[in-house]
């Protein structure tokens, strides 16, 4: 399998503009987290989907963001309008509904609000 | 809810001396809880977890964790460091049921001094 894969991998873009990140998950996995870390505050969880559905989102945070999970083999994050503080590394993880299940993690895609 | 503090965000040792990493955590359940090492510019991969059954567990790259409900811990540690070992170890917690959301620690970043 070829793991997570999150595209872009780097994107910089200016204050105001639209930003998408997107997520392939492992085939057959039944979570799917995305998750923002930056120096200041390391990995924050934003939200996680179980079978494609949003089970919390409480860690969004504000309405500039959302995600969406269309299928069981895509998701994007959304930002909009973007600001320099959304500047981060965003990951994207999956895992099987196993307890304890070990979370697969894609290499994350960097961004940088100017 | 569930909560996860890892003292110390830089450790130094010495190449060959003990890794000492330290987490505390919280919930209000059974925990499942895990570390995860990450490497420049990738995502995060699993070194080892706690389920269920004995409280010490054995991961990759000759670590090793045990849980202590009385203390609340799950301190990482290995006994002679060597110098692939330089990387930032991040513990996290999830419920052990329900939706097993997993929160991560701020992360530990481990240098190996030759």
């Known amino acids: 399998d070829a793991g997570v894969i999150q595209s872009p991998r780097h994107e910089v873009t200016e204050m105001g503009q639209e930003v998408t990140l997107r997520c392939k998950p492992i085939s057959g996995h039944d979570y799917l987290f995305w998750y923002r870390q930056t120096m200041m505050r390391g990995l924050e969880l934003l939200i996680y989907?179980?079978?494609?559905?949003?089970?919390?989102d409480s860690g969004m945070p504000e309405d500039r963001f959302s995600a969406k999970m269309p299928n069981a083999s895509f998701s994007t994050l959304k930002i909009q309008p973007s600001e320099p503080r959304d500047s981060a590394v965003y990951f994207c993880a999956s895992r099987y509904r196993t307890a304890g299940g070990e979370l697969f993690f894609g290499e994350g895609s960097r961004l940088t609000v100017l | 809810a569930q909560s996860v503090t890892q003292l110390g965000s830089h450790v130094s040792v010495s190449e060959g001396a003990l890794v000492l990493l330290r987490c505390n955590y919280s919930s209000s359940v059974p925990p499942y809880l895990f570390w995860y090492v990450q490497y420049p510019n990738q995502g995060l991969q699993l070194l080892l977890k706690y389920t269920t059954g004995a409280t010490l567990v054995k991961g990759i790259n000759g670590f090793e964790a045990e849980f202590k409900k009385s203390e609340t811990s799950f301190h990482l540690t290995k006994p002679s460091a060597h110098m692939s070992d330089a990387a930032e170890y991040f513990c996290a917690v999830s419920d052990s049921g329900g939706y097993q959301k997993v929160t991560f620690g701020i992360g530990t970043k481990l240098q190996v001094i030759p």
């Open positions: 989907f179980n079978n494609n559905v949003p089970i919390d």
